[in-house]
């Protein structure tokens, strides 16, 4: 079975600080997402990424750095973590064509204090 | 610009009831549209998908939806809700690109 998992699950962070979000995916997909899900709202897409070692942004990008070194692994950055970027934060993938599903990672919850 | 409406935030549902949830789109095209569904502490998983044909799609646990071009809608049904039914639904669309557009999400909660 498809399967995207991130780490870690959750974490809290202090304000400026620098925070790594990883994903991994053993689906072989081409592409790969990172969405940001606050209460109230759907996913927002952050970046992403379609081939190794290059990355696209999303709708909003700003405040977050993201790299695939490799297929299977995409990673989200914050340089300097704000109050404003505690949030849900899913990872995921999909093969790229428009009609097949996009498979989640459970979330990561960060809170910044 | 493409978006995905979905104007019930929550939905509460007596079990054994039925159930639709709402979802209209805007787009230049006909998009594809999904359905996704969130339980809690979980990613999302894929409840049902359209493309092309039959406007009524089956999904898994009994879902189905129903496409409606005139009306740029794709509504959520299930004829009799379980308990385990709980939990959050997205709709989604995705207008011919790589880039899924999201609706905002409904909350269901099923009253024992």
């Known amino acids: 079975e498809a399967a995207v998992t991130q780490s870690p699950r959750s974490k809290v962070a202090v304000t400026g600080g620098k925070v790594t979000l990883s994903c991994h995916q053993t689906?072989?997909?081409?592409?790969m997402y990172w969405y940001r899900q606050d209460t109230g709202h759907g996913l927002r897409l952050i970046h992403y990424s379609y081939v190794a070692d290059s990355t696209e942004k999303g709708d909003i990008p700003d405040g977050y750095k993201a790299s695939r070194p490799s297929q299977e692994n995409f990673s989200l950055i914050l340089e300097l973590a704000s109050l404003s970027q505690t949030a849900v934060y899913f990872c995921?993938?999909?093969?790229?064509?428009?009609?097949?599903?996009?498979?989640f990672g459970k979330g990561t919850r960060l809170t910044v204090v | 610009a493409q978006s995905v409406t979905q104007p019930d935030a929550r939905v509460t549902v007596s079990e054994g009831a039925s159930l639709q949830l709402r979802c209209k789109y805007s787009?230049?095209?006909?998009?594809?549209l999904f359905w996704y569904v969130q339980y809690p502490r979980q990613g999302l998983q894929l409840l049902l998908k359209y493309y092309s044909g039959d406007p009524v799609v089956q999904g898994v646990n009994g879902f189905e939806a129903e496409f409606s071009k005139s009306n740029s809608s794709f509504h959520l049904r299930k004829a009799s809700v379980h308990w385990s039914d709980s939990a959050v639904y997205f709709c989604a669309v995705t207008p011919r690109n790589y880039q899924l557009i999201w609706g905002s999400g409904t909350k269901l909660i099923i009253k024992p």
């Open positions: 787009s230049s095209v006909t998009p594809y």
């Open positions: 995921a993938s999909s093969d790229g064509r428009t009609n097949t599903e996009v498979f």
């Open positions: 689906n072989n997909h081409d592409y």
